[in-house]
């Protein structure tokens, strides 16, 4: 799919991509501010759009300005309604949404009829008249709109109206992702974050055009969603966190809520049921779990590794079986991750044991596997899709899989762990994986990152944020942000534009736009802040 992606792309692209390389760097690396009300340049974005063509006069949004989309399409009547959301309160303007066709406005057109820009991609054109998106699908219109956001003035963020002119430089972008799967994921179990928590970061997510929202939902500390066949994993499995506070879960409607904002940002959610260590939540919560049948008391601490279902106790396939199902049935999306990470109260034996007989009940209830790349010790089954998290690149076994047609998701600790330091001044997160700088989190490659993987086994990244030290969305904030753009960045833009210097002369002009967002991010001194 990637690769004929790719393929397409190049072939309806290619000539222009050389060009576009060559334009994208004096964009990025061009420190001069635009004119004192001129438009930002095109392109300078996050992440690095595919192909820019700048060029002509700028469009301007004023008091006149519709917002046009397709008649008869509700979801762009709904994207144009998100559009106008961001807009109407910091330009003062009324920005009617209408049905109505017409060459002026700012303008939703779904139907692109170009398959280079495949189920993501969008073309945006600007000029005097008009600013125009169009895309083949709702997901590569609603990535459009996150450009045109960006290409407008950081104030256009704020919620109160601010002084224009709003004005978006003329030409066009042509737009499609590297991978797929541009994904972050959140740790609720360390420390519990409510439905709106988590909505406010999968609005900040959608800005960068990441599309993949990973839960992890159960772990030593907290057992994070309702299970009617299990209820205490919730009820009593959920009432605490780490250093002891009162944890919380989310009832089957509020996963739904999370369900429901995260379509309307065109992002899958991929809920994670940590198994078989990280499992003292449930195992403290039935006592049948445990080989000794005696329940542990529940865990505030941060250590890992000394927790595990039982694997040869029958009930252990009964409540695995019960908990899928249930999972499954409330997710829409494709995946569904158990886990498998540091069982290192498991037997090699019986981990191979769990996740052999793990694996078909997740596909039984239509659902591909997700799990830490552990998994590949036991046998993933065809399909199953490994989360390298890895620090070295050189894992024999990883690679091996990845040759044998295991599908990765790159999330290496050192580059992609949101929760490490930044450096050694940093109150929060942990530095097992050393300090990552915003530097370090950029430089890297995902096709090549470690050796001996196919580029075509490489489906996408992710940027985890554990919270064993965090519980605020201040706090995930101020170590997510700036580090989430930059593996959103590699996501998305051709490797071709890879450059650091340019990156974060594009990062610098960010740091209003989070500001205006409310967002408080750590000013990394390698960033020329602007
Ligand atoms: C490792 S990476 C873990 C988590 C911790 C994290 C802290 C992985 C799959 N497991 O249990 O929260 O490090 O950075």
């Not at 692209?13 to 095109?42: N, Q």
């Not at 049905?99 to 000029?127: C, K, N, P, V, W």
């Not at 309702?226 to 409607?253: E, H, N």
Request: glycine fraction near 10%.
């Amino acid at each position: 799919m990637r690769q004929r992606q790719r393929r397409t792309f190049a072939r309806l692209f290619g000539s222009l991509v050389l060009v576009a390389a060559a334009g994208l760097t004096s964009i990025g690396t061009s420190a001069a501010p635009a004119a004192a009300d001129g438009p930002r340049p095109l392109g300078q974005i996050v992440p690095v759009p595919a192909d820019v063509s700048p060029g002509g006069s700028p469009y301007t949004i004023g008091s006149a300005t519709r917002i046009r989309v397709t008649p008869g399409e509700p979801e762009v009547q709904r994207i144009g309604a998100y559009l106008a959301a961001v807009l109407r309160p910091s330009t003062g303007y009324a920005l009617p949404i209408t049905g109505a066709t017409g060459g002026d406005g700012i303008r939703l057109l779904l139907g692109a009829d170009d398959e280079g820009l495949g189920d993501e991609g969008y073309r945006l054109t600007s000029a005097k008249g008009s600013v125009t998106v169009a895309a083949n699908t709702p997901a590569g219109l609603f990535h459009g709109v996150q450009t045109l956001r960006q290409l407008l003035p950081a104030n256009v963020e704020k919620k109160t109206k601010q002084a224009g002119p709003w004005k978006i430089a003329g030409g066009t972008i042509t737009d499609a992702p590297r991978y797929a799967y541009r994904g972050a994921m959140i740790d609720v179990s360390r420390h519990f974050f409510t439905v709106a928590q988590v909505e406010r970061y999968i609005d900040q997510l959608a800005l960068y055009k990441i599309n993949e929202l990973h839960l992890h939902l159960s772990d030593d500390q907290g057992w994070r969603i309702a299970i009617d066949s299990w209820p205490r994993l919730a009820t009593y499995g959920g009432q605490t966190q780490v250093g002891g506070g009162k944890g919380g879960f989310y009832t089957k409607a509020d996963y739904q809520a999370i369900l429901d904002h995260a379509a309307s940002r065109y992002m899958e959610v991929v809920p994670e049921i940590d198994t078989p260590g990280h499992s003292n939540a449930a195992l403290a919560s039935y006592a049948e779990l445990n080989c000794n049948g005696v329940a542990p008391p529940l865990y505030t601490g941060t250590h890992v590794g000394f927790s595990s279902l039982c694997v040869p106790k029958e009930v252990t396939y009964a409540f695995f079986d019960d908990v899928v199902r249930e999972v499954a049935a409330m997710t829409p999306g494709r995946y569904l991750h158990i886990g498998g990470d540091e069982a290192q109260s498991t037997s090699k034996e019986d981990y191979d044991t769990f996740m052999t007989r793990a694996q078909p009940v997740v596909h039984k209830y239509g659902k591909t596997v997700m799990a830490w790349h552990q998994i590949v010790d036991a046998t993933p089954i065809p399909g199953t899709v490994a989360q390298y998290w890895g620090t070295t690149g050189d894992e024999a076994n990883v690679a091996a899989a990845a040759q044998a047609g295991t599908k990765l998701i790159m999330s290496p600790a050192n580059r992609a762990y949101l929760d490490m330091k930044y450096d050694a001044k940093t109150t929060l997160g942990t530095n097992w994986a050393g300090y990552v700088e915003v530097d370090k989190s950029y430089s890297w490659d995902p096709d090549t990152f470690v050796k001996g993987v196919p580029a075509r086994a490489v489906l996408g990244v992710e940027a985890p944020i554990w919270s064993e030290t965090l519980s605020t969305s201040a706090q995930i904030e101020y170590m997510a942000f700036p580090r989430l753009q930059g593996i959103a960045e590699l996501g998305w833009s051709p490797a071709s534009t890879h450059d650091w210097t340019a990156y974060k002369a594009r990062l610098a002009q960010q740091g209003p736009r989070m500001s205006a967002l409310g967002i408080t991010y750590y000013r990394s001194p390698l960033v020329p802040w602007v």
